[in-house]
């Protein structure tokens, strides 16, 4: 075998055990309760604007249900009651953000603006 494609191969299949670690590495994260809620910690700080998330119930892998959940900004406030959501996985993968279920006891928002 010639040495560049001995060099391209080795390097080609060290690639895809990466790639398969780090699936595999996000797959076990999202699947136990402190991956989930460190990924959500995560979230929390990069939300502009402040997010309060309640007690979280589950994982991100298999469906998560959060008590409340508060979101406040300059303009408004929104609190949500026993938020339950499920995440299709395979259209994420594929780069699309999509939820297989979403399910609240109740939304409400109001306006911190000045009428």
Do not use: C, F
Not at 53 to 72: A, F, S
Not at 81 to 101: E, M, T
């Amino acid at each position: 075998m010639h040495p560049v494609l001995k060099w391209s191969v080795r390097i080609a299949y060290s690639l895809a055990v990466l790639v398969l670690l780090l699936v595999a590495g996000v797959v076990v994260l999202l699947n136990t309760s402190s991956g989930t809620r460190w990924a959500i910690d995560r979230i929390v700080e990069s939300v502009p604007g402040e997010l309060l998330v309640g007690n979280v119930d589950g994982t991100l892998w298999k469906g998560l249900h959060i008590q409340r959940l508060t979101y406040r900004d300059d303009a408004q406030e929104i609190e949500v009651d026993d938020l339950a959501l499920d995440i299709d996985w395979p259209r994420v993968s594929i780069g699309q953000v999509a939820l297989q279920s979403l399910d609240a006891q109740s939304v409400r928002r109001r306006s911190l603006l000045e009428p």
